[in-house]
Structures are given as structure tokens and as C-alpha cells.
């Protein structure tokens, strides 16, 4: 039998006795897993559409299960709440509020004209003026375009007689503090905004996790399906994070069935391993780190500044953030009317540089691209200002795409543009729409 062959079965009767697929994902509340830091987490959210702050964050992870505290949440929300949630990434500005309009109950064509900022304001006036709570959940929005991230801020901190009148619930992962630390974003944040660090399993919740699963799939001897001399293994291979667990215990119980066995045993996870691509670690000291996800090394980073075609300095890249500006705190100081006081960010991500445009008025170049977020590769040409900032790094010289970097966009319906062939004030960038020019 081959392993299509062993997925065919899981729709039935699963080859070693198991109802459903246990590692599969589903929103049935017999396999949610109630660790503490879940059951912690539901009850932060929970407790923070109710709080007086405007927002609230939860920080994890890919894989940690953010998107099925969301389905949990909204299946035990309180009936006094409006609730709104955006799990799309890839939305236009027009999109997202179509989105967010529709989950408020407001129907409205696509192609309808009307200004659907203007009328999600009017609506949320309205609920907040009889009484009613309303809130909006919106996953990985440091995965959003700067236009759409500029239409959340733009909702976050509208008000009605000085009191705010949508809750906004957060949920991404480590890289959402890029955004809500941006000048933009800490505008409607002055006063600060609680954060919750949903964390991975440790490997005896990893083993309790499998354990589980396994129960609720129609297992009474889970131990003997997949033994406990196996957790420290499968732990150091998923570093306790759910998905992982679940896609290595799924394909090593496909390995098991194909084989003709009717456990896991050290064979079959070796090849489940082996077939994701991960590492097999060698021992307990090999913590997670798999192939695709190298340990970090330090960045040896230094920018080159040059202005007016003359090197003017060197600045080594030794903090995990530096900021790119015209204000005297910047680490890499630009003095031109032509920067803006915050311009741009750089800010470490593991082994690598990551450029950021912070919102500036005249936008960050980048071998003559326009970009608002870039992995920064071994002599890259930023251009600032005036500024012309050359990017050493002989450990980023990776020729990988960066399926991260962001261009600044045109107006809608058209493509981006090299630099020098923008028409003037065309550009997007998160916290800033340039006004046409007149002359």
C-alpha cells in the first residue's frame, strides 16, 4: 500500500484503528489541547475585548495555532460583542474594509463606489452610541501591505466623544512589534499596549499534546502507538510548535502504515523526518534546528555613506535596531530637509538585515527599487535622501528571493515603476499617500 493509498483509508476506517485523522487539522474541540499557555492566552484575549485599552496584542510563532484561538474565541464570544475578523493576508485597502464591512453585517457590492472608510466610521459611531462593543481581530498584519496597515491605524484610532469606539485584537508573529513600534502605529499607542508571548511546547506538553491527539482520535493505548522514548526526538526536530508536531507525526504514522507496521517506531520517524526535508538530530544537545532554518550567525553588517558621490563615513551594524533619519537620535544620521526625523529602520532577523521604511515622505531606494521592506543582501545600494549608503555583508549574499520584500505600490491598476520613473506622487507607503504634484 502506498502512502495515497494510506490517506485514502484516513477517510475511513485508519489502517491502526483510528476514527479520525489524528494529526489533522479541524476545529473539533475534542482535540484542542488545553495547555497553559493556550488556556492563558483565550483568556487574555478574551479579557482585552472588554478592557479600556483600544488594543491588545498576542505574539507567536508560525504554527503555534493563532488562527484556532481565533475559531475558539469567536465560537464563545459573548452575544453583547460585534465582532469582526480578518485571517486574509493579501488584501487591497478596499478589500480589507469590504472584508471588515461585510463581518459587520453591512452587505455591499465589489464594485460599489461608496467610501467605505467613511461608512465603517459611521457604523462603529453608531453601535458605540447605543452601547454596543465592537471589535475587530485581525491575523499577521505584519504580513499586510503599508496601504492596508494605514486603513487599520486609520480605524484603531477613530473615537466618538474622546472614548475610542473599536477594539482591536492583534495576532501575529515576533515581527508585529516592527509595525506597532513604526511612527505611525505608536501615534494611536502612545500610552503603551498589552502583549501576550504565546510560547511553544515544552517536551512534556509535546509528548501530552501527541497524547492527546491521539485519545481523541479513538486510541486507548497512545504510548504503543507512539512511544515515549520518541517525544525527545520528535520535540527537538518540531521545537514544540503544534504544526510542526502534527506534520511529522502525521507523515511518520503514513511512513508506519505504508510499511506494514502498526506503530511508530524509530524507523518510521527517522524517514517521516527525512521525507519533510528536516534534520534528524543526532542527540538531545541537537536542539531544533532543522535544514531549513540554519542556526543564526552574528551579522558583520557596515554601511559605506556616501553624499554628494564622496564616502563620508562607515557605520558598523552593532545593534539588533538602527534607525536612518534626519532626527538627532538616529543611528545613522542624514542631515537633509530631503529625510524624514525616522526614516528608515534596520533591524536584525536571526542572520539576517532587514530595511524598513518607516513611513518616510520621499521613500527608501534600493538598486533603484522603491521598497518599504527588503532582506538586505552583500553590497545592496540604498539610496536616502541625498544619501548614498552602500550595504556590506559577505554572509548576505544569498540569491534566494525574498518572498518578504515589499514595493512601494502605484496608484491602483497600475504596475511599481523603477525609480526615476515614478510620476510624482504615484507612491504608497504605510503612513503616508504623497499628494499628486501641481506644478
Known sequence: MNESQAGSANEGQHPLKLAPAPFADTNDDAFFFPSEQHLRALEFMGRALWASARAAVVIAEHGCGKSYLIGRLLRQIDPRLVIAAVQREQHTPRDFLLDVLHQFGITLDDHDRTDRRRLLERFLTHQAA??????????????????????????????????????????????????????????????????????????????AYIAHRMRAAGASDPDRLIPHTLMQRIHACTRGIPARINALCE?????????????????????????????????????????????????????VVSMQGMPDREVPLTGKRMIIGRGEDADVRIDSVFVSRYHALIVRDGAQDLLIDLGSTNGVLVNARRITRRRLRHRDLIQVGPARVQYLNALAQSAETDAGETLCLPRPGLPPVAAGEQEPGSLIAFGHRAAPSSS
Open 251 to 303: 507523515r511518520a504514522l503514513a511512513c508506519a502504515v505504508v510499511a506494514g507496521e502498526d506503530r511508530i517506531g524509530a524507523r518510521a520517524l527517522d524517514e517521516a523526518i527525512e521525507r519533510l526535508g528536516w534534520q534528524l538530530p543526532t542527540s538531545a544537545a541537537a536542539t531544533a534546528v532543522d535544514v531549513a532554518q540554519p542556526r543564526a550567525r552574528p551579522s558583520l553588517g557596515r554601511l
Open 130 to 207: 447605543v452601547g454596543r462593543v465592537c471589535a475587530l481581530i485581525v491575523e499577521n498584519p505584519q504580513s499586510m501591505h503599508p496601504s492596508v496597515l494605514e486603513e487599520l491605524r486609520a480605524l484603531t484610532a477613530l473615537e466618538s466623544e474622546g472614548q475610542s469606539v473599536l477594539k482591536v485584537l492583534l495576532l501575529g508573529q515576533p515581527a508585529l512589534d516592527l509595525v506597532l513600534t513604526s511612527p505611525r502605529m505608536s501615534e494611536v499607542f502612545a500610552g503603551g499596549i498589552e502583549r501576550f508571548v504565546l510560547t511553544p511546547f515544552s517536551e512534556d506538553q509535546t509528548a
